[in-house]
């Protein structure tokens, strides 16, 4: 069962209430993932948004097209991480695949819900997009940082 306690500790919903989390909650969903799965898969339409409560992911690129390998890690996320954030924030494709390197429990919030949620309260709509903002620019700078220093490691975050 998805908890209030369980979803508040999470960067995502860092200024909203207790009366916020529960219209979230209602929307959430616990999933579980095997190693190996493909959680997401890059091209695929869908706008749902994840967290990551435990285990670990990675996310590729495939790059088949130029490349034997058939995919490039990105990153790796980690526990209280977010991904399928670009497809939710552009309503489009999934720019990359999304693969369970351990056995991952997540919470998913379907992206069509969520917008509705967004459209009938501002202030959580607000939040959360700012949140996922924030996000995002961490993650760009330690991508710039590790592309500056010539480094193929996964950032900090």
């Known amino acids: 069962m998805i908890t209030i306690e369980s979803i508040s500790e999470y960067d995502i919903f860092t200024g909203l209430s207790s009366k916020d989390l529960e219209s979230i909650q209602r929307i959430m969903k616990a999933k579980r993932f095997e190693a190996n799965d493909i959680i997401l898969k890059e091209s695929n339409i869908s706008s749902d948004l994840f967290i990551l409560k435990s285990g670990r992911v990675s996310i590729e690129l495939d790059t088949s097209s130029y490349n034997e390998a058939g995919s490039e890690q990105i990153v790796i996320l980690r526990p209280g991480d977010i991904f399928g954030e670009i497809a939710f924030l552009e309503n489009k494709r999934r720019s ?30 607000y939040v959360i997009m700012k949140n996922i903002a924030i996000t995002l620019s961490r993650r760009l700078i330690d991508t710039n940082f590790k592309w500056r220093n010539g480094i193929r490691s996964n950032p900090p975050y």
């Open 96 to 125: 990359a695949h999304v693969i369970a390197l351990d056995t991952v429990e997540a919470y998913q919030m379907d992206g069509n819900q969520l917008k509705d949620l967004f459209a009938e309260n501002y202030k959580i709509g």
